[in-house]
């Protein structure tokens, strides 16, 4: 799978919009993008995810570069209860080998 | 979204015994996954288990340490074996409908071998 890199930790005043960076630069044509926050002592919760349109939900925005070698995600209005930590992964589209390797991520504080 | 229940939440073992982990997930799924995640680190995947086929196990992981069943499309076991405090760690079961669609996850069994 693709290798990702993620800052370590960003801060971001409450109601302002988060903007995280996702750099991917070795993806291949099968492999999707995906982004999941883990909040303290839970499990990892999915996000948002593309391959190479942007694309929005209720949750999130997610901007991928058009050669795909980085993407941002964003939180519009953050809240207190953003604070998390944000995964970015790659994921091959096929079943075999389709699996989710998580990396460091970034620590997002959302601040009063 | 799916429902993913795991059992034990938490439990705190003798070493050289061994737990077996149940996850049970409220739909079909075609892909299941076991992650490890230690204090402080990110998670690490075990093995990918897919119905109908063995267990695809990651590097640093061997079948006879951890020992996975999929029985059928809704449920997954893990089996941590021949415990050792090393082994103390929260593990999380995953689950994909599809390589297309997202994956769910449980809340986790922290386990504490003593």
């Known amino acids: 799978d693709a290798k990702t890199t993620q800052p370590t930790s960003m801060d971001c005043a409450e109601g302002r919009a988060a903007n995280l960076p996702c750099n991917h630069s070795?993806?291949?044509?099968?492999?999707?993008v995906y982004w999941y926050r883990q909040i303290h002592s839970q499990g990892p919760q999915y996000i948002i995810h593309?391959?190479?349109n942007n694309e929005t939900n209720e949750m999130a925005s997610l901007i991928i570069t058009e050669d795909r070698k980085s993407s941002t995600l964003i939180l519009p209005h953050a809240t207190l209860r953003d604070t998390a930590v944000y995964y970015c992964?790659?994921?091959?589209?096929?079943?075999?080998?389709?699996?989710?390797?998580f990396g460091e991520g970034t620590q997002l504080t959302v601040n009063p | 979204s799916a429902v993913i229940s795991q059992k034990p939440s938490r439990d705190i073992c003798q070493r050289g015994t061994s737990l077996t982990i149940q996850c049970q997930v409220d739909s079909q799924v075609t892909m299941m996954f076991w992650y490890r995640q230690q204090p402080g680190q990110s998670l690490t995947l075990i093995a990918t288990a897919n119905q109908g086929s063995e267990a695809t196990y990651e590097s640093g992981f061997v079948i006879d340490k951890f020992p996975i069943s999929r029985p059928n499309l809704t449920f997954s076991t893990l089996t941590v074996s021949n415990m050792s405090p090393e082994d103390s760690s929260i593990y999380l079961c995953?689950?994909?409908?599809?390589?297309?669609?997202?994956?769910?996850f449980g809340q986790g069994t922290r386990l504490t071998v003593v």
């Open positions: 995953s689950a994909s409908w599809t390589e297309n669609t997202e994956a769910f």
């Open positions: 070795t993806i291949s044509g099968n492999e999707y």
């Open positions: 593309g391959l190479k």
């Open positions: 992964i790659v994921r091959v589209r096929e079943t075999s080998g389709s699996r989710l390797t």
